[in-house]
């Protein structure tokens, strides 16, 4: 196969996709934007190709990933991305939306506000009395041993 086909993608296209020794795309022909990208290493993911702020050569092209091959199969990957491309008609932006979502407050760095706050912050006012030096400490201790190991990185 070369750098980018089209086909109609179906199980069968899928695993016959051999490995190239190089990243290639094999494009839907049924679904305009959803593919199979075949890594040099063998994986297989389906992939949506797309146009922002309302498309146009202009406008930045964007790739998003829509799952692996195997733990997805190929209708159920088709249904997701015509979800995805129908956001991106509406106006949506799915990459950039889960770029901001990455770039959001860990809950690592929620601890350490709190530890400074003292308190709760909602709406940028304070909820709650500023804690007692021993219950402050325990708390932060607690926090830091329990949750912060846990999900400190969500």
């Given at each position: 196969?070369?750098?980018?086909?089209?086909?109609?993608?179906?199980?069968?296209?899928?695993?016959?996709?051999?490995?190239?020794?190089?990243?290639?795309?094999?494009?839907?022909?049924?679904?305009?934007?959803?593919?199979?990208?075949?890594?040099?290493?063998?994986?297989?993911?389906?992939?949506?190709?797309?146009?922002?702020?309302?498309?146009?050569?202009?406008?930045?092209?964007?790739?998003?990933?829509?799952?692996?091959?195997?733990?997805?199969?190929?209708?159920?990957?088709?249904?997701?991305?015509?979800?995805?491309?129908?956001a991106v008609?509406?106006?949506?932006?799915?990459?950039?939306?889960?770029?901001?979502?990455?770039?959001?407050?860990?809950?690592?760095?929620?601890?350490?506000?709190?530890?400074?706050?003292?308190?709760?912050?909602?709406?940028?006012?304070?909820?709650?009395?500023?804690?007692?030096?021993?219950?402050?400490?325990?708390?932060?201790?607690?926090?830091?041993?329990?949750?912060v190991p846990?999900?400190?990185?969500?």
């Amino acid at each position: 196969m070369s750098t980018a086909s089209i086909l109609i993608l179906t199980k069968t296209v899928v695993e016959k996709a051999a490995t190239t020794g190089k990243r290639y795309h094999v494009w839907d022909g049924k679904l305009s934007g959803f593919g199979l990208r075949v890594e040099a290493s063998g994986t297989k993911t389906f992939v949506i190709r797309y146009r922002a702020d309302g498309g146009g050569r202009n406008a930045p092209e964007r790739f998003m990933t829509v799952g692996r091959f195997n733990p997805l199969t190929v209708d159920q990957a088709r249904a997701q991305a015509t979800k995805l491309l129908g956001a991106v008609a509406n106006g949506h932006d799915p990459a950039n939306a889960l770029s901001v979502k990455r770039k959001e407050m860990r809950v690592g760095a929620l601890v350490d506000l709190y530890e400074a706050e003292g308190c709760f912050i909602q709406r940028g006012k304070r909820i709650g009395q500023p804690m007692k030096p021993l219950t402050k400490k325990y708390t932060i201790s607690r926090l830091r041993h329990h949750v912060v190991p846990l999900l400190g990185g969500r």
